[in-house]
């Protein structure tokens, strides 16, 4: 089943038709953060380290597209040498995955993955793990998180999206 789901979100604008036309809908009424039951892309979850049981949290983070703009400098400088736009440092993946350790601050950030886009936004799903809670400290696979030295990954650039866009070009 999770081999048709990746077949379907390769191409997602033809292949799932009118249900993604309403899902855009729906996503750009919801706020900035929002947390959801279940992962919309169970293959990609998956694939990234969620499980679905106490502990996990799946969080959909909507980030603006486009460049940044420039503040305008106050004074008396020349504006030719202002510019306009600029370029972040950062991916907008990496800048949802700050938005949601920022709104839930006793968890950390595992992973996250793309969701959908329009022109105005973007939008990610984030996982999320309670580092406290006793099933993941018992779970061997995932148990490494809940030690203090990966506290604060995705503010320090460690998630995987974070060390992509790090890496030298």
């Known amino acids: 089943m999770l081999k048709h789901l990746t077949e379907l979100w390769k191409r997602p604008k033809d292949n799932l038709g009118n249900i993604w036309k309403d899902r855009l809908i ?35 983070v909507k980030v603006p597209a486009g460049r940044r703009k420039r503040p305008k400098p106050a004074g008396g400088r020349k504006p030719k040498t202002a510019g306009r736009f600029y370029s972040s440092d950062k991916s907008k993946q990496q800048m949802a995955e700050e938005k949601a350790a920022r709104k839930y601050p006793n968890m950390e950030v595992l992973n996250s993955y793309y969701i959908a886009e329009d022109g105005k936004q973007r939008w990610f799903e984030i996982i999320l793990v309670d580092t406290a809670h006793p099933d993941i400290k018992k779970d061997k696979e995932r148990k490494w998180i809940a030690s203090g030295k990966h506290k604060g990954r995705a503010n320090r650039g460690l998630t995987a999206s974070a060390k992509k866009s790090r890496r030298k070009k």
Not at 29 to 41: A, D, F, M, Q, Y
């Open 26 to 60: 729906t996503l750009r009424s919801e706020g900035t953060v929002v947390r959801v039951e279940k992962p919309t892309r169970l293959d990609r979850a998956h694939a990234l380290g969620y499980k679905a049981k106490q502990g996990f949290i799946v969080v959909r």
